[in-house]
């Protein structure tokens, strides 16, 4: 199962944050800082799981972006990591050619994309045209 | 939102906002839709920077009863992040999902499951969980409703199981697993695993259907499942998932079945070995994440040598991957494949690889499963290779594993020993290379090896004496070298450069760096060579009389210094010979280290690893935790005794006796509760007079004192020690330990009287059935127990097999006259020869299924006799001797415990589940084990508890 889905920049500031299990609010900045912390201290020839508490985290890092999964044992470590892929290359369609930016002024789209592609800590829709077909619906509402 | 670069900038700008956003929402103005759209977006992203969001939430409930969808959706986001599953909002939250979920329209209904997946709280589950089953199976119902109504019924499911019933639904969900659209299945399987894990027998059907979905998959060209193909891999998530759903059941008995997924998995490694259909990593990376995951379901069946094998070498060549990650996964993989018979050997041929990675991997983590590896892979062929790399790594290993190392290294070294000398010599070098890492277990173990090993005592002393000469050396080098040459200093003292008195200088020069515990291990020590060394008795006693030994500030080493001194001067030579005689050989028991590394670990590697390999048991001793010197000269049993068990034991005749028959046995139980004796039934009148209540006791049929004591029995089955009966004349205490098949009782025979017993005979009765099954030695007693005294008796007890009844405490005496006769039955019941098993909700639910067998499982239901106290409960199951297991039932209330019962002649696992029921003030108990009447007895002992 995965347990909470991250994305934090190079300077330690969250830019979104998932859990997918109840984390007191202080405990998630705690959490949120130990986990950037670990990922940044790891260069590139360094494996992408790291074992955290009694958890695994999955990382990626795009540009000054680090997408942090945090997983227990029931997940395939490459699976999520290739669903951070997916994620990104969806992000990346719909903002063509996604920035921080895009995922801080448009926090309720990146909901969105990744509630349709993970619910309650399951990996549920994984084709990018469905991914996004509620969004699409959205923003067709809002123009009108 | 612009925010400033310091914090305190931040801060200040937030604050500054949520002011704001505040006094809108609290304004007269109605906001329009779109500005509490906005502000409600603000909040999430203040939210996110880990402020807490105390308002808002009730403009968010509102935005959900809108009918724009982008009002309604941004007020289900806002309640998803934000609302937790307690929230007072619930209720409010709950008669818009339902008014949602009644609206047929799609994207409405869509957005409430997403909320019910998302908050799942249980007045959720109870006002949803009928609905959604009917929502997920219906025809008419869209496939992504379908897909989000699966995940809502896995979410009810998990927090609140009792709410939703299995019921004609369940044959149709695992149907969906034909569903055309993928997105549906990959939805479905995910809620159809966790189903399967908690009813195997219901979903069992669902494995044939998810082997054809798999294999429609697998063999499918890359271009037949459209979007679903990721990077040329045809749908590899669902892949992954479809092969755990088949890991929750054993290899398929169907032939045509286990025949189509045989050739699934070969189809999924031949993939692997064909080139690559992409140079882009995304192909290789989703291709391998479906293979590792063929492999996982190829170890788990462990049935198939020839795929076992070829999984072994594809993971051979990922050892050598230019990829970190992949070698990662590797090593990580293989791990669990040495444990199998059919793989061991092919495992170990990668021998040369794994040692390598040790010595270059740059990534912490990569070295640490090689580690686990070389140790997974280890056998009586290659210890002292795979021992003497892990040595050389440890001089450079990360702080952060060396413990653990230390420890893997002494469990092999160990394990493997043909030659004793080998094994000295590797702990020695434990201690010179990581001596801060050497916990106390590994050199209690070394301890006891050599004192259970005579051909090795020499060398062990030669070789600690040449080690100690190291100038600076390692403190648990001077424990170890210190309790060996006090047992076996004699064995080299012959040669004049290990003379007596340079063996007690080389001690004593280390004697003033090191800390308080060690130091009273070198006066056990000195003391031991008082007798090994009558010639420097005079050196050691001016060493004791000292007045930084006899004034020492320490009351632990003054006391020992004193002690010891007046031993050594005034006990003849024949006193000090028993009182100091050598250690006898431990009993033989599981080595601590390996339960530590277990604990260290958790559950899964190593003990499933033991398991399988079988090897356990014969060359596994027990801990060299600290004994006494010689039984006959202890006061105190306690476990914990110093090393040498002289602490107090020259002393004790001369304790001061009990001051009052009150408080008879206080000390002896000062480590436990019950140091507050209950009086016994009847006693209310402490004062009645001794005739009286003897008369009570005497009794031609003891069986009515038996059943009096029956109510104090039941709270010793959780407990090991107390007041196991009490009258106006007698106390009988208790106080007992056991590891794995053997205990020891020490029972306390108390006169609370100021007159002597005579002829007091206590005698443990075995029925004969009970005989074959408990093996019960004891010592007799002195006769006569003086008014106000306290004598103690020993039972030495093993447990050759499972046993129902228990043993018959018999005590015949006479006072002022009158004869007594009185019996009790002493607490030795099955459960205390437990040993717990910590293990994951995983490996238990696996374990619980395999036990499904109707005679294995016993089931008691009952009402409660005490108040029903959560933590009381947890503290009575690990009393009971199983291990708790946190987090492993889905519903938080239960409780449930795994352990294993050890007796001589087999082990016997022991699955154990209690579920509460407040309302009904009762209790359901269910006990699986492999054995029916251990199930029975165990549920009985255990039902009276609660």
Redesign the interface.
Known sequence: MIKFFLMVNKQG??????Y?E?VE??K??ML?AEVIKNCLS??K???????YK?FKLVYRQYAALFVVVGIN??E????V???I??FVEVLDKYFSRVSELDI?FN??RV??IL?EMV??G?????????IL??LF??DK??EN | MCLGKSKEAEIKRINKELANIRSKFKGDKALDGYSKKKYVCKLLFIFLLGHDIDFGHMEAVNLLSSNRYTEKQIGYLFISVLVNSNSELIRLINNAIKNDLASRNPTFMGLALHCIANVGSREMAEAFAGEIPKILVAGDTMDSVKQSAALCLLRLYRTSPDLVPMGDWTSRVVHLLNDQHLGVVTAATSLITTLAQKNPEEFKTSVSLAVSRLSRIVTSASTDLQDYTYYFVPAPWLSVKLLRLLQCYPPPEDPAVRGRLTECLETILNKAQEPPKSKKVQHSNAKNAVLFEAISLIIHHDSEPNLLVRACNQLGQFLQHRETNLRYLALESMCTLASSEFSHEAVKTHIETVINALKTERDVSVRQRAVDLLYAMCDRSNAQQIVAEMLNYLETADYSIREEIVLKVAILAEKYAVDYTWYVDTILNLIRIAGDYVSEEVWYRVIQIVINRDDVQGYAAKTVFEALQAPACHENLVKVGGYILGEFGNLIAGDPRSSPLIQFNLLHSKFHLCSVPTRALLLSTYIKFVNLFPEIKTTIQDVLRSDSQLKNADVELQQRAVEYLRLSTIASTDILATVLEEMPPFPERESSILAKLKKKKGPGTVTDLEEIKKERSSDMNGSAEPASVNASAVSTPSPSADLLGLGAAPLTNSAPPPASSGSLLVDVFSDSASAVAPLAPGSDDNFASPDLASSEVVSEEPADTVHDADELFHKFVCKNNGVLFENQLLQIGLKSEFRQNLGRMFIFYGNKTSTQFLNFTPTVICSDDLQSSLNLQTKPVDPTVDGGAQVQQVVNIECVSDFMEAPILNIQFRYGGTFQNLSVKLPITLNKFFQPTEMSSQDFFQRWKQLSNPKQEVQNIFKAKHPMDAEITKAKIIGFGSALLEEVDPNPANFVGAGIIHTKTTQIGCLLRLEPNLQAQMYRLTLRTSKEAVSQRLCELLSEQF
Do not use: G, K, W
Request: charged content about 30%.
């Open positions: 500031q969250t830019r979104l944050s998932r997918y109840h609010i202080h998630r900045t949120e790891r260069s020839d360094q494996c992408s799981f790291i074992e009694d044992e029931t395939n470590e490459m699976a990591y290739e669903l892929h997916n801080m926090l309720d909901h969105i509630d619910l309650n399951c990996i549920v829709e994984t084709n990018r045209n469905r077909a509620p619906v959205l509402v809002a």
